[in-house]
């Protein structure tokens, strides 16, 4: 007889007991062990119908394709750039997947990016060694203009972005600022100096309260308060 | 002469106050605190991130490297050197080996976790406590195990199996003593540590062994409520 040990959106540890018997599948950061499924992570629990997924609370960034992440250039090589990710692994761009338009075999690569540069770009490809491909060739991808950068957990950005960029466009309506969130955690506001400092408390906040209950509303109405104007909901 | 009364008053298998907190160091990947009566713990993780030097990282999965040192003012009075000795470096080791069994580091190629325990105060068993925090401080940063690590000393002091010794104790003089320190992965029942100072019989170790298991459990739990009283913010969900 299957049994769930769990209450769905529980706070669960390493080696927790989810459930028992062979009617449950382990998902996300939930392992078997025979008849049982255990926890391998400190994170909240999600049981839908037969499926008990853990879904991690902290973490650092794992680069996985399709990302669009936000890096830092910190070295030149040959034939492209190392790029810093607040990750364990760097990525790498190449000359082939920087630019649209043909980049000579010796030329001055700094011409396009610089050390110390920040630079948006999807991630093309990760291999089992964890060497990450980046392309800056794409719409919204490439250079980052000055503005402020601040960073946060990764596993607090689909909560910035809100479901489908609700949470984000409600920002940057209220703000005026324009604001591009990396995959990584990484993220770059541009706009007038105080609204930018509004908008890195707005993260902060959102980062705190991630997973406390209303927190668009919350949010909106922070952001009404600060900025004096209205928020309109929708679009 | 037996050794009838502990020297500070506890049952023969009573722990000393066990207290834990996680998070206690915000600008680390991950961090805990772990106490047990006179001996406290900090912990804290980097990483996992590259790893320097390069001839220590392994492609087939991450490497995990652990520091242990007590604070210069932790002894009894004397000042404790700082820096890496013989005896740092032999307990850096077991603690590295206590906590592998537990962890994941699969996902993480070439890349290492570093956990730098620190013990301002030590009072015996400071192994133990070191353990007990790097296993909070790993699943504090978000590093895949399988479950938490926990240790405790056990042993004999004359003709008494006792349970978390002190330093009164493994000092004592009037009979025999003998420290074991016993790291385990409560799920698996799997012994992670197991040394051994001193002298004892067959018997009385597995009687030891039994002991350390049950208070192990105590421990175990102490760590899963600090664990949870850290991300307890994220109860009150929707």
Redesign the interface.
């Known amino acids: 007889m299957s049994e769930i040990k769990i209450k769905n959106k529980d706070i669960v540890v390493p080696g927790e007991e989810l459930a028992e018997g062979m009617d449950f599948i382990p998902s996300g950061a939930a392992y078997r062990v025979k008849d049982k499924i255990f926890s391998n992570r400190v994170g909240l629990v999600q049981v839908d119908g037969r499926i008990v997924k853990v879904i991690p609370l902290n973490g650092k960034y794992n680069p996985e394709r399709n990302d669009v992440v936000i890096g830092k250039i910190v070295d030149i090589l040959m034939s492209g750039w190392r790029i810093d990710l607040i990750s364990p692994y760097e990525g790498v761009l190449n000359i082939r997947d920087a630019s649209d338009r043909f980049i000579k075999k010796g030329e001055d690569l700094t011409r396009f990016f610089q050390i110390g540069d920040w630079i948006m770009a999807k991630v093309t490809n990760v291999t089992t060694q964890k060497l990450v491909d980046l392309t800056t060739k794409g719409y919204g991808l490439g250079k980052l203009e000055p503005g402020r950068i601040i960073k946060v957990s990764p596993y607090k950005v689909p909560r910035i972005i809100g479901k489908k960029g609700s949470m984000m466009r409600m920002i940057t309506k209220a703000t005026d600022c324009k604001i591009n969130v990396g995959q990584n955690g990484i993220i770059w506001i541009s706009g007038s100096p105080d609204q930018e400092i509004l908008v890195a408390k707005v993260i902060k906040l959102i980062e705190e309260e991630a997973h406390i209950s209303g927190l668009t509303a919350r949010i909106k109405e922070f952001l009404e308060k600060e900025t004096g104007k209205k928020i309109e909901e929708g679009d | 002469m037996s050794y009838d009364k502990r020297v500070d008053g506890r049952g023969f298998d009573e722990l000393r106050k066990m207290e834990a907190k996680v998070g206690v160091i915000p600008r680390a990947?991950?961090s805990a605190y772990f106490s047990m009566g006179g001996t406290s713990a900090y912990a804290a993780v980097y990483?996992?991130?590259?790893t320097y030097p390069k001839f220590l990282q392994d492609?087939s999965k991450?490497v995990l490297r652990c520091h242990y040192a007590m604070m210069p003012f932790s002894g009894a009075g004397d000042r404790v050197r700082p820096g890496p000795n013989r005896r740092a470096k032999e307990i850096s080791l077991v603690t590295t080996n206590a906590l592998l069994p537990?962890i994941?580091l699969h996902?993480?190629?070439?890349?290492i976790v570093d956990v730098f325990i620190s013990l301002p105060e030590t009072d015996a068993g400071s192994r133990c406590a070191g353990i007990c925090a790097a296993s909070l401080a790993l699943?504090?940063?978000?590093?895949?195990?399988?479950?938490?690590v926990g240790a405790v000393a056990v042993g004999r002091v004359d003709d008494k199996v006792v349970v978390d010794l002190c330093y009164d104790e493994e000092a004592y003089e009037e009979g025999e003593v003998a420290d074991i320190p016993v790291a385990m992965?409560?799920?698996k029942g799997e012994i992670s540590l197991l040394q051994m100072d001193g002298k004892i019989s067959k018997d009385m170790l597995l009687e030891a062994l039994e002991r350390a298991k049950k208070a192990l459990t105590f421990i175990h739990d102490v760590q899963?409520k600090a664990?949870?009283e850290r991300?307890?913010?994220?109860?009150?969900?929707?």
């Not at chain 2, 990483?47 to 590259?50: I, K, L, T």
């Not at chain 2, 504090?140 to 938490?148: R, S």
């Not at chain 2, 991300?231 to 929707?238: A, D, G, P, R, Y």
Request: net charge negative; charged share 25%; aromatic share 8%.
């Open positions: 990947d991950g990483g996992p991130r590259q492609p991450g537990a994941d996902e993480f190629p070439n890349a699943a504090d940063a978000g590093i895949p195990m399988t479950e938490l992965l409560y799920n899963v664990l949870k991300f307890k913010q994220v109860e009150n969900i929707e």
